[in-house]
């Protein structure tokens, strides 16, 4: 079996997936699979098919990586790959999708709006109303905290949405829960545990996300086992809403009162030294080699079906 780790692509989070990647390929070099790292470009078909791939390791983050569409190409040439489906990418990539999709199965999320970037350029049309400040501004289809904002005041919302609508034309709007960050980790059909941040600037950012020192991890997190086991059967009911597949991370926020608020579900989490994934599967037993070939072969076996 050859595998072809995807990873870089063209996003804004090109960087931290040429890491994952790397990190990922020298795994299955030393498990000791046929392995060949391919940096994903528009002609990503055309390697797939000279290097006669036959199963996609998947580390692209965010853009068409995560969105379902390498998923759809992928379906098309058949050949098989890690983590969600089509359709599963593409609902969690769409912070609205996923949260009317929660709201939908009883899964709680932080109140919230959506602003089209028309309505944004029509002052009249546009207003804060239900939310109040302090509110998080996010655009609605990207990842890594990329374009997102706290913001205080009306002159610090106007300057976040014209950041968030650089990354497309929907922004999300959300009251801002003010708690622990914990994050749940799942592979296939079960809750592997939980991590809680502590990022040392008070906001779990892209800066605090891959720089070394700049977060505390708690593993696992500091919290009563009533509330840890609460935050895992909500993890995995996320990850099932969506039909999201492999492994995922899901970002929950535990307000002081010790309500749980589910803010996403990566489908493609890092895969780097300091990323979240890896360390919470630690807790359930899975070196960094053991998690890769657990999400291998979960693609191989669900293919076979």
């Known amino acids: 079996m050859k595998v072809g780790v995807i990873a870089g692509g063209l996003s804004s989070e ?13 795994a299955l070099k030393e498990l000791e699979y046929k392995v060949v790292f391919i940096d994903a470009g528009k002609d990503l078909c055309e390697r ?15 853009g068409w990586g995560e969105n379902g569409g390498i998923q759809g190409m992928l379906e098309v040439m058949g050949i098989p790959y890690t983590g969600s489906g089509v359709l599963a990418s593409a ?15 009883g ?14 350029l029509k002052p009249s049309a546009f207003s ?6 302090p509110c998080v501004v996010k655009p609605a289809e990207e990842g890594s905290s990329v374009g997102v904002s706290i913001v205080k005041n009306k002159r610090e919302l106007k300057k976040a949405l014209v950041e968030a609508f650089k990354y497309g034309e929907r922004a999300i709007l959300e009251e801002l829960i003010e708690g622990r960050e914990i994050h749940i980790g799942v ?3 079960r809750a592997l545990g939980g991590v809680e941040v502590r990022p040392k600037k008070g906001f779990y950012d892209y800066e605090s996300k891959y720089t070394k020192g700049m977060t505390e991890y708690i593993l696992p997190p500091d919290i009563d086992d009533t509330l840890y086991e609460r935050l895992k059967d909500l ?3 996320a990850h099932k809403a969506l039909g999201c597949k492999g492994g995922t991370r899901v970002d929950i926020i535990v307000d002081r009162q010790g309500n749980p608020y589910v803010l996403e579900v990566n489908t493609i989490p890092g895969m780097t030294e300091t990323s979240l994934l890896p360390k919470i599967a630690s807790l359930a037993g899975y070196d960094f080699k053991g998690l890769v070939k657990e999400i291998l072969e979960l693609a191989v076996k669900g293919n076979e079906k």
Request: proline letters at 6%.
């Open 14 to 26: 090109r960087e931290v997936s040429l890491k994952s990647g790397q990190a990922v390929f020298n």
């Open 48 to 62: 797939l098919k000279s290097e006669k791939i036959e199963v996609a390791f998947l580390v692209l983050h965010g």
């Open 91 to 105: 609902l969690a990539m769409d912070k609205e999708a996923t949260k009317k999709i929660f709201l939908y199965h």
């Open 107 to 120: 899964i709680p999320v932080p109140p919230f709006k959506v602003v089209y970037h028309e309505d944004f």
């Open 128 to 133: 804060l109303q239900p939310l109040n400040f």
């Open 187 to 189: 592979l296939g059909d």
């Open 235 to 237: 993890g995995l009911r």
